[in-house]
């Protein structure tokens, strides 16, 4: 079975454009998670997307979005890009829950570098 | 608010030895906990898990500790080897999302 996969795998952008960025899960797998990784945070919840609905979310500003498609990929975006988005973006699935008693599988995540 | 902590940034082991890598957790409603082990540049990877109904769970050289009056996890390595060496995160379960801790750089000295 294949895993997680993301695209991009590398990203530059400069500060005030959006990016886009695409998960596409285990297949079988209906929930999808964002995580943001810097240095010094560890990985920092963004959202959680299960049948096309946003079941959770973290404390990010309203510039990061995202969404699910009926095939149960994924994307999110961020507009306005600042410095500090500068990040590994991580998405993991798993079959149903995103959450409790379910293991997540991650991606080898989108880079991201804001100039 | 950190709800998972790993207060260690870094640990040095020797191969063959045991490494014993420690997270604490605030929120007693979470009931599910993972381990993760990330090399540079890549996603982590699944190690172990164990649901609040246990208190250890092994699997081959890895075992995981939960103490759940003292909301504190471990995850002992044993041998240790040098491939064991990267950044290791725990991560526990709430509704609909995982709280990660900042994770804890392992190195296995040969």
């Known amino acids: 079975k294949a895993g997680v996969t993301q695209t991009p795998r590398y990203l530059i952008k400069t500060r005030g454009q959006q990016v886009t960025l695409s998960c596409s899960p285990i297949?079988?797998?209906?929930?999808v998670s964002w995580y943001q990784q810097t240095p010094g945070q560890g990985l920092q919840f963004l959202f959680e997307?299960?049948?096309?609905?946003?079941?959770n979310k973290g404390n990010f500003p309203g510039r990061f979005s995202g969404r699910q498609f009926s095939n149960s990929r994924s994307e999110m975006n961020v507009s306005t890009l600042e410095l500090g988005d500068s990040a590994l973006y991580l998405c993991?699935?798993?079959?149903?829950?995103?959450?409790?008693?379910?293991?997540?599988?991650f991606g080898p995540g989108t880079r991201l570098l804001v100039l | 608010d950190q709800q998972v902590k790993q207060n260690s940034p870094s640990l040095s082991v020797q191969e063959g030895r045991i490494s014993i890598l420690n997270c604490d957790y605030t929120?007693?409603?979470?009931?599910?906990f993972l381990w993760y082990k990330k090399y540079p540049a890549e996603g982590p990877t699944f190690l172990i898990s164990?649901?609040?109904?246990?208190d250890k769970n092994e699997d081959g050289r890895f075992t995981v500790f939960l103490n759940k009056s003292a909301k504190h996890l471990s995850l002992h390595i044993v041998p240790s080897q040098p491939g064991d060496s990267a950044v290791y995160f725990c991560a526990a379960g709430g509704t609909y999302k995982y709280i990660f801790g900042t994770g804890t750089r392992l190195k296995v000295l040969a």
């Open positions: 929120n007693s409603m979470f009931d599910y």
């Open positions: 297949s079988g797998h209906r929930s």
């Open positions: 993991a699935s798993s079959s149903r829950s995103g959450g409790a008693g379910e293991t997540q599988y």
């Open positions: 164990i649901s609040s109904i246990k």
């Open positions: 997307y299960f049948s096309e609905t946003q079941r």
